[in-house]
């Protein structure tokens, strides 16, 4: 069974910086796509971003140029580099399989942006 544990989150001022790393086990990570998802309260979970197996990448139109996510196939990790942080980022940030996610999600990580 597929692990997602997501860590990085915290309370950050609008601007500021935040690097959510999320680290998969019982998977062969190196040959599956990876996502980065929000959800903010009273809305549905959402992608923000994801990237293949041989590095490519998207990202939604509201975080495009502010955001990079990037993995590390022998750490079996993801993440999401978050810059120009603003009030509407507040969210917890899940990661799982790009497509067809698993069925099992981690815990999230909480961001909040706020002054």
């Known amino acids: 069974q597929v692990q997602l544990v997501e860590s990085g989150g915290g309370l950050v001022q609008p601007g500021g910086s935040l690097r959510l790393s999320c680290a998969a086990s019982?998977?062969?990570?190196?040959?599956?796509?990876m996502g980065w998802y929000r959800q903010a309260p009273g809305k549905q979970r959402e992608l923000v971003a994801y990237?293949?197996?041989?590095?490519?990448?998207y990202y939604v139109d509201a975080v495009k140029d502010r955001f990079t996510i990037s993995r590390d196939n022998a750490k079996s990790t993801v993440y999401l580099r978050m810059n120009g942080l603003k009030p509407e980022d507040t969210a917890v940030y899940y990661c799982?399989?790009?497509?067809?996610?698993?069925?099992?999600w981690g815990q999230g990580t909480q961001v909040t942006v706020s002054s």
């Open positions: 799982n399989r790009w497509g067809v996610n698993y069925p099992t």
């Open positions: 019982g998977s062969i990570f190196s040959s599956t796509a």
């Open positions: 990237i293949g197996t041989a590095g490519g990448t």
